[in-house]
């Protein structure tokens, strides 16, 4: 299922709604990144991820989990429940965007920020059936020049949660994967998850996101409806109007009355017409299957 799309009662830290709520607690926020990095963070500001990431009006923007900073790296933590098939090109596309959103005009290259993109996923993003997946650039002609582009991308597995070593890492694996928390962090998490759940704004506040969802789904269905309409109706009327034609052309010619067969096309093409009117087609989408023009048509709209 979407985001969105569970009931408020049935989410977990898993989904993302939950998770970044969780996240916005800074010393949780810290304490996930610098048990699944491996590293020490100080003091983390949060970046508005709806202005930073929008780089050009014409390209692509995205919107990012959990998007932080501290002195000199940047982070991206994103929760991930499925849909991993493209997931190293998201991470490639979310650095890139953020080098872009976060660099000056004046920036030294030498001086671009050390960027974390980490993801972290309910199942086995890659199937080798490990708890961590890190990736590394290097040359490949030579080991002997490190190749450091201060990109760093990690990939969790928590469903291979039993075989992490670390304690701590381990917990929080298992807690996300669905299990019952058992470290310090997991713990914290959970209650933090449980206070967020009891909130009734912020169940509001998933609802009204839930509720716009089910609008554009609904708008979506309408406008198919209405295009799959305005196709068999286009089809069935050329169909129609290829045998009436056909049977008018004949009876024309037996009767020798080709004034008659004339104001015959024309009546069908009036009738076509007003089909297509009251399906709410609009009045491109009329003049294209009757074949009247946009003056003929508009006469049968006021009539």
């Given at each position: ?30 304490g996930v ?41 940047i982070?991206?933590?994103?929760m ?16 890139s ?29 890659f ?7 890190t ?21 969790y ?6 075989k ?5 890492v381990?917990g929080?694996?298992?807690?996300i ?17 449980s ?28 406008i ?6 305005a196709?068999g ?7 129609g ?24 096309r024309h ?15 609009s ?12 003056e ?8």
């Open positions: 299922m979407g985001q969105f799309s569970k009931p408020w009662d049935e989410l977990t830290i898993a989904d993302n709604f939950i998770f970044c709520k969780v996240m916005e607690n800074e010393r949780i926020c810290m990144l610098e048990t699944l990095l491996g590293i020490s963070v100080g003091h983390i500001e949060y970046l508005k991820t709806e202005n930073s990431l929008e780089n050009f009006y014409d390209s692509r923007g995205i919107r990012l989990d959990v998007y932080v900073k501290d002195a000199d790296r982070f991206n933590i994103e991930q429940t499925g849909n991993y098939d493209d997931m190293l090109l998201r991470a490639r596309y979310y650095l965007s953020s080098d872009v959103a976060t660099t000056k005009r004046r920036t030294k290259f030498k001086d671009i920020r050390e960027t974390y993109i980490l993801f972290i996923c309910k199942d086995d993003p199937g080798e059936g490990i708890p961590r997946y990736k590394i650039s290097k040359f490949l002609e030579t080991d002997r020049i490190s190749y450091d582009d201060k990109s760093r991308n990690v990939f597995n928590c469903s291979a949660w039993e992490e070593g670390n304690p701590e381990r929080v694996l298992k807690f994967y669905g299990l019952k928390p058992d470290s310090s962090l997991a713990l914290e998490m959970d209650e933090a998850a206070l967020a759940k009891q909130k009734s704004e912020l169940e509001d506040e998933y609802m009204y996101f839930s509720d716009i969802l089910e609008d554009e789904k609904e708008e979506a269905r309408e198919g409806l209405a295009e799959g309409r196709k109706l286009k089809e069935g009327l050329a169909e109007r290829a045998k009436g034609f056909a049977e008018g052309r004949m009876e024309g010619h037996a009767e020798g009355h080709a004034e008659g067969l004339e104001t015959g009546q069908q093409k009036i009738e076509s017409a007003k089909t297509a009117i009251s399906l709410g087609l009045e491109q989408q009329v003049v294209a299957i009757s074949g009247l023009s946009p003929e048509i508009r006469k049968l709209i006021v009539n």
